[in-house]
């Protein structure tokens, strides 16, 4: 079973929709999550990290439930330039091993 | 702005060939990992350093492939000899800390013929 695991998609929306990526992870010792964002051959790009509580930044909300080790990301309203490659990331912190990429969710938003 | 640096940008070469890849981390993370992104992998941890020391490199193949810090400014990966499966981009980044976010170099996509 691999440690950070999404549905690859794709998703395909329209302009406006609302989407929710789901990521989860098995390593329950995890202490860090984050969402990057990855766009066609270039690097991945940081989006937001996930607090416990959970936290929102303009349209994305991002939640983290650790009894169910999963985290996830909700884009609202989304707009054609949300279309990308979107990666959960775990920070594992045991054994030194850190910073663990899912292989990315692709949303393509359409007009 | 300050940004993770990586050389080359592109780099083709024929199999049995030594490649090395450099990194420049921002200034004062002490944390750098190493990536290999293919299509069918996704983004694979090869090794990581903190404070120049070698933490987990677990991710590498060890015969051919070597990751070192000679300096807190300086990261190499390199892989002797190269071999065609190693067609990849392979990224550096960089963090501020144990648990922080990485920040990520442009890549240096690595075409082995």
């Known amino acids: 079973r691999k440690e950070v695991e999404q549905d690859p998609g794709p998703f395909n929306v329209p302009e406006g929709a609302t989407v929710a990526f789901n990521c989860t992870y098995s390593n329950s010792a995890s202490q860090s999550f984050f969402w990057y964002r990855q766009d066609c051959r270039k690097e991945p790009k940081l989006l937001m990290s996930v607090y416990s509580s959970g936290n929102e930044d303009g349209r994305f909300t991002a939640q983290l439930n650790r009894a169910s080790q999963y985290i996830s990301l909700l884009i609202r309203d989304s707009k054609l330039s949300d279309s990308a490659t979107y990666l959960c990331v775990v920070n594992a912190q045991y054994n030194n091993n850190d910073m663990r990429f899912g292989a990315g969710t692709r949303l393509t938003v359409k007009p | 702005d300050a940004r993770v640096t990586q050389t080359p940008r592109h780099k083709v070469t024929e199999m049995g060939q030594e490649v090395t890849m450099r990194c420049q981390p921002i200034?004062?993370?002490?944390?750098v990992f190493w990536y290999r992104q293919t299509m069918m992998q996704g983004l694979e941890l090869l090794a990581y350093f903190r404070n120049r020391a070698p933490l987990d490199d677990s991710g590498m193949p060890k015969d051919r492939f070597s990751a070192e810090m000679p300096d807190a400014t300086l990261a190499t990966l390199k892989i002797q000899p190269s071999e065609p499966r190693d067609s990849a981009v392979y990224f550096c980044?960089?963090?501020?800390?144990?648990?922080?976010?990485?920040?990520f170099g442009q890549g240096t996509r690595l075409t082995v013929v």
């Open positions: 200034l004062g993370h002490n944390t």
């Open positions: 980044a960089s963090g501020p800390r144990r648990g922080a976010e990485a920040f």
